[in-house]
């Protein structure tokens, strides 16, 4: 079956870096674009980054542009968040998520397949 595994999170000051990786096994990977989402308490899933399957378009929140990158081994079936300049308004739960569909990157419902997420904290 489809597995996304999350890994890379932890605890960090403001400032600091992280670099999520997402793992994808059961699927032909070079199908799928993939995003990276997060979810604070309280708070609505938000879209963070996306990538398409070739790596040809990459698409990121206003939030996050210009400190955070997106990118995918295909090789690898993995997909990397490189976090820059954590801020503590991006504390939440990350996760990546896998869809074959032409629809818009950022909405999750576009979206098949899900990891279990990985908790990001940046403290101040």
């Known amino acids: 079956q489809v597995q996304l595994v999350e890994s890379g999170g932890g605890l960090v000051q403001a400032g600091d870096s992280l670099r999520l990786s997402c793992a994808a096994s059961?699927?032909?990977?070079?199908?799928?674009?993939v995003g990276w989402f997060r979810q604070a308490p309280g708070k609505e899933r938000e879209f963070v980054a996306a990538i398409r399957r070739t790596a040809a378009g990459t698409y990121y929140a206003d939030s996050v542009k210009g400190r955070f990158t997106i990118s995918r081994d295909n090789a690898k079936n993995t997909v990397f968040l490189q976090m820059n300049s954590l801020k503590p308004e991006d504390t939440a739960v990350y996760y990546c998520?896998?869809?074959?569909?032409?629809?818009?990157?950022?909405?999750?419902?576009?979206?098949?397949?899900w990891g279990q997420g990985t908790q990001v904290t940046v403290s101040s």
């Open positions: 998520a896998a869809s074959t569909r032409a629809a818009v990157a950022t909405t999750p419902t576009n979206y098949d397949y």
């Open positions: 059961g699927l032909t990977f070079t199908s799928y674009k």
